[in-house]
């Protein structure tokens, strides 16, 4: 379907891509094949025990006397689709469509995050003519959900101390420093008591924009189960009720979409015009809430534990905390109410808290921990990563700069972001390696309206290139 998108090699291996399902801890089909393709090659290729891969590729004749280099991206993908789309992430391959300048698919993630670097990865191996020192294309696993494959790369599988990570999603923007962050895990134990309500009933809000909770948490995008209390407070309006389960979202590292509330009352049927409170939303023009009556529930919560979850709800923090003095255009700290799930009697919380700055990383925990406490939420601290901390002197991102302007004619903008990148976990590894993350421009990642463009995957795979030539 891509054969006539340009770079023509990129798109064919980002296509062969997303035929292999790569759901984050899915990932050994495509980690096969990456050994495949590198030994097909005829490279030395390496798969460990984690199902990271490294494929060296020899340096071009005039080239051997410089020192290798790292071209970084990680195999795994967010597993998102819209409310409605018949998708298995475990066995189907990804939908593609083609819509002018954009690459997109057909309400599911498309997993340019970030398939487009292994691809630009493989292209260069693949081509016998491109001039570079040596390459080492190293390709991780588990990146969206704990950076586990990061973690487990050993200091002696590589010998380049530059990293090229493609793991960006704005075309001329260079990443020097990411935040730091983990997830702050809740679990409350429940009570239930026999249903004397009529009726049960279903609340879903479905299909808000959502997105990555770290590029895009500042963009006021509606939280699917913040927005579900507010329903519930419209609910009771109308009559009492006994809440039954409340839960929602998929990813620590997505905005919640969608959240499913099921709850009891005497009430015969709700017609409830939730469009005033949707209005507050604009950036969620999609969304879709509805009640319907389901089959009656045997059991409801217990009081406390009704109002402990939607304490816990109302109050637990998301959003922005702080902007960064240095880059007041750059969020420096905030949390993303990511999920709450039902398991038997207990209720479990996930939260995913960055910051930059380690002394609004500790504020910022403190309050959510606080939050559980006062509602008896037992809390675990997971998945804990440092910053990549902006390094005041760096010949790599110096000429990455001026190869951009040589290309472009325009100054490439350098920027700390503020979500999880691998150089972040690389530093306490290789605490010698040069890095910078650079990436075509992409769209609404972690949702079902991801989208990569076209021209921009060209113009950076022929940068990425020049670069490797002035190395």
Not at 13 to 31: D, M
Not at 220 to 238: H, P
Not at 382 to 409: C, M, N, V
Not at 418 to 440: Q, W
């Amino acid at each position: 379907m891509l054969e006539n998108l340009k770079p023509e090699r990129v798109f064919y291996y980002f296509e062969e891509l997303t035929k292999i399902p790569r759901e984050s801890g899915n990932e050994q089909a495509v980690s096969d094949y990456l050994y495949s393709v590198g030994k097909s090659l005829g490279y030395e290729t390496i798969q460990d025990d984690n199902n990271n891969i490294v494929i060296r590729k020899p340096a071009h004749k005039d080239y051997v006397d410089h020192a290798p280099v790292v071209i970084q991206g990680h195999m795994d993908m967010v597993a998102e689709k819209a409310d409605g789309v018949e998708h298995d992430f475990l066995k189907d391959a990804i939908p593609l469509l083609i819509d002018g300048e954009w690459l997109k698919t057909k309400g599911t993630t498309l997993g340019a995050d970030d398939g487009i670097a292994v691809a630009m990865g493989l292209a260069i191996l693949e081509d016998k003519n491109a001039k570079h020192p040596a390459i080492e294309l190293l390709v991780t696993t588990d990146e969206e959900r704990t950076m586990a494959g990061a973690r487990a790369v050993k200091k002696e599988i590589l010998n380049g101390r530059k990293l090229l990570n493609i793991d960006a999603e704005e075309e001329g923007v260079l990443l020097s420093g990411c935040s730091g962050g983990h997830n702050v895990m809740g679990t409350l134990k429940v009570m239930y008591e026999n249903n004397d309500k009529k009726n049960t009933f279903e609340l879903s809000i479905n299909n808000m924009l959502g997105g990555h909770s770290g590029m895009e948490i500042h963009q006021q995008r509606g939280n699917s189960l913040k927005f579900a209390l507010r329903a519930l407070d419209k609910v009771k309006e109308i009559s009492d009720y006994k809440l039954v389960s409340i839960e929602g979202g998929t990813k620590h590292n997505a905005i919640p979409r969608d959240a499913k509330v099921v709850f009891a009352s005497d009430e015969e049927e709700y017609n409830i015009d939730f469009s005033s409170l949707i209005s507050e939303y604009p950036l969620d023009k999609d969304m879709r809430v509805k009640i319907e009556k389901v089959e009656n529930s045997k059991e409801t919560l217990s009081f406390a534990s009704q109002i402990a979850i939607q304490n816990v709800i109302r109050e637990i923090p998301h959003g922005v905390y702080a902007m960064m003095k240095e880059y007041p255009t750059i969020v420096e700290c905030s949390d993303n109410f990511a999920m709450i799930k039902f398991d038997k009697d207990y209720v479990k919380f996930t939260l995913s808290l960055r910051s930059s700055n380690p002394v609004t990383f500790d504020e910022y925990t403190k309050k959510v921990i606080e939050v559980y406490e006062k509602n008896s939420v037992e809390y675990t601290l997971e998945d804990y990563y440092k910053p990549w901390e902006f390094a005041e002197k760096s010949d790599l991102r110096d000429l990455a700069i001026k190869t951009y302007k040589e290309l472009t004619g325009k100054d490439m903008k350098v920027e700390v972001v503020h979500a999880a990148l691998e150089p972040a976990v690389f530093i306490e590894t290789f605490p010698d390696m040069e890095m910078i993350s650079i990436g075509p421009l992409m769209k609404d990642v972690h949702s079902p309206t991801e989208r990569l463009n076209i021209p921009s995957t060209e113009r950076t795979y022929n940068f990425v290139r020049t670069l490797l030539e002035k190395l």
